[in-house]
């Protein structure tokens, strides 16, 4: 594979360890590399590729009154109730649906640091060169995503808890499904016997975490993007940032 080759990569600020973990996927689907980095060590790699789709998960920007403004304006009388409103359209949107998402406040102080982490990263790489998709023709491209509501999507329901052993097995399990090559998580089940579980031993090693279970999904969103543009859904408003989910249409509730 050489470094003109396209790759698909998921990215989410929210490391235990370093400021980011992120993963990478081919054009076939298969996984390259799934890791922790720092910020320099992040940037500097996506600074070497030529052709990429980046999906982070983090918002893309703050708030910018959309919401709030469309509330207040629906009902004049009882505005200030709505005082407090604040969340992006986008975020608005999936609540509606029934999809849990913190909302991204108007004030970039006022965000949680892995937001600030997200702003800064998304900030570097449109200096390298990066382009908000889609961008016809451009090499090097970047997109938002929310790893919950990706889920949410493709389960077409909500998922059990993210870091429970059951929660990561669907997690892995939809997206082996959909033809991401990584390992089938029903081996799990083959491997467990009696004495295993009677001594406490499970084959976790076969299944990824939560955490990298949120980049999968991010990269196999950014490979949908490209290769069956019409199969994803962008929801929100350009001025605050599109979240782009990996299936053609959403339900109405989930």
Same mark, same amino acid.
């Given at each position: 594979m ?6 698909y ?25 799934i ?19 980046v ?12 919401v ?53 990263l ?19 491209q ?11 999507a493709?389960l077409?329901?909500?998922? *059990?808890?993210?870091? /429970?052993?059951?929660?990561? =097995?669907?997690?892995? &399990?939809? !997206?082996? #499904?959909?033809?991401?090559?990584i ?5 799990? *089940?083959?491997?467990? /016997?009696?004495?295993?579980? =009677?001594?406490?031993? &499970?084959? !976790?090693? #076969? ?21 069956q ?26």
């Open positions: 050489s470094n003109s080759d396209p790759v990569i998921g990215i989410d600020p929210a490391s235990s360890h370093k400021e980011f973990r992120y993963s990478v996927l081919d054009r076939d689907l298969n996984l390259l590399d890791k922790e980095a720092n910020t320099e060590d992040l940037v500097t790699y996506l600074t070497t590729l030529e052709s990429a789709l999906a982070i998960n983090a918002p893309s920007g703050v708030n910018r009154g959309l709030k403004a469309a509330l207040v304006a629906q009902h004049p009388i009882d505005g200030h109730k709505f005082r407090g409103v604040d969340i992006r359209l986008a975020e608005f949107e999936l609540k509606q649906l029934g999809i849990s998402i913190s909302g991204t406040p108007a004030q970039p102080e006022l965000c949680t640091s892995w937001m600030r982490s997200g702003f800064a998304i900030g570097m790489m449109k200096n390298r060169g990066y382009l908000a998709f889609p961008a016809a023709d451009a090499p090097l970047w997109l938002e995503t929310h790893p919950h509501a990706a889920f949410c493709l077409e329901r909500a998922p *059990f808890a993210g870091p /429970t052993l059951e929660g990561r =097995l669907q997690r892995q &399990l939809v !997206l082996h #499904a959909r033809g991401v090559r390992t089938d998580p029903m081996e799990f *089940f083959e491997e467990i /016997t009696r004495f295993k579980l =009677l001594n406490g031993i &499970l084959p !976790l090693e #076969a299944i990824y975490s939560s955490e990298e279970l949120d980049v999968l999904v991010a990269a196999y969103t950014a490979w949908v993007a490209d290769n543009t019409e199969s994803v859904t962008r929801i929100g408003d350009a001025q605050e940032g599109l979240i782009t989910l990996p299936v053609r249409e959403l339900k109405e509730e989930y």
